[in-house]
């Protein structure tokens, strides 16, 4: 996990505030206090799990006293129907936590189940499949975590990770007479020692002048394959080459045979479909 317990507490507490857990009318109208339960995690469809220990903390954030039991890993492939964890005691405490719950658990799932789908589809290759920076608000790390679960790499966790020099910084450069060999000049003598240097490009002609001057990657923007195997012939040795945009799982095994090093899909994080994940309870008499 890409948080420490005391930070994972921060990320949850603050969706369980927003939930408003501590004044649940319904709970509170419908079931007794001296109600216990055993409720399980079962999936509706196959998948990869992450998020488990994000989903019993929330739990235990209601009440410590409810017993969480997880009988799968992070990173275990599931099949619909099999129950991964079972939580037992205050049912009233169980029914509170539910949704915030399955809320992480579910698009965690789903990040690391669609991850898998696009390191599986180019099995075989060196190529490596990479997030951005394109997550929830407030949720990057959780989401950053759940792509690594899946068999992906995180790219830069925030901007201050490394230069990245994209078209609007190149535009924003054009008033001062900045082309794109002076950019990465001027970010070489600014920029600690210590940070990569990698530049956007969106033709075959800028691929080269960015190699060229020097950059440490070269991100191929909306190129089409053919675009990008010419583009890594030529500048392959010099730098580490990225593709981005327009990545599918229709087409990503066609970019990996272009000779990339890294792909980079946005898509990962910023439209994933959750991951069907049901509480299913059992109810008896304390």
């Known amino acids: 996990m890409l948080l420490t317990p005391r930070e994972l507490d921060v990320f949850i507490d603050c969706a ?6 501590g004044s649940d009318v319904t709970t509170s109208a419908l079931i007794p206090p001296h109600l216990e339960s055993r409720a399980s995690l079962v999936p509706q469809e196959a998948g990869i799990l992450a998020g488990l220990d994000v989903a019993a903390r929330t739990f235990l954030r209601v009440n410590s006293d409810l017993v969480f039991t997880s009988k799968l890993l992070d990173g275990d492939r599931v099949e619909g129907g099999e129950i991964v964890a079972t939580i037992t005691g205050s049912m009233a405490s169980i029914l509170t936590a539910e949704r915030t719950a399955l809320n992480f658990l579910q698009r965690m799932c789903g990040i690391a189940t669609l991850t898998d789908q696009y390191v599986q589809a180019v099995d075989g ?29 995180n790219h830069r966790m925030t901007l201050a990770d490394g230069v990245l020099i994209k078209d609007n910084h190149l535009a924003a450069l054009q008033g001062e007479g900045v082309d794109l060999r002076q950019a990465i000049k001027r970010a070489r003598a600014r ?8 530049v956007e490009v969106e033709s075959i002609e800028a691929a080269l002048a960015a190699a060229s001057a020097g950059a440490d990657i070269v991100m191929l923007d909306n190129m089409s394959p053919d675009e990008m195997r010419v583009a890594v012939d030529q500048i392959a040795t010099d730098c580490t080459v990225e593709a981005s945009g327009g990545i599918t799982l229709a087409n990503v095994a066609e970019v990996a045979a272009s000779g990339v090093d890294i792909i980079s899909i946005g898509a990962l994080t910023h439209s994933v479909r959750a991951l069907d994940i049901s509480l299913d309870y059992e109810t008896k008499n304390a």
């Open 16 to 21: 369980l505030e927003e939930d408003s857990v």
């Open 191 to 198: 920029a600690p020692h210590t940070v990569k240097i990698e």
């Open 125 to 153: 290759t060196a190529v490596s499949i990479t997030d951005t920076r394109k997550t929830v608000p407030g949720l990057r790390l959780l989401d950053k975590y759940a792509v690594s679960i899946g068999g992906g790499r």
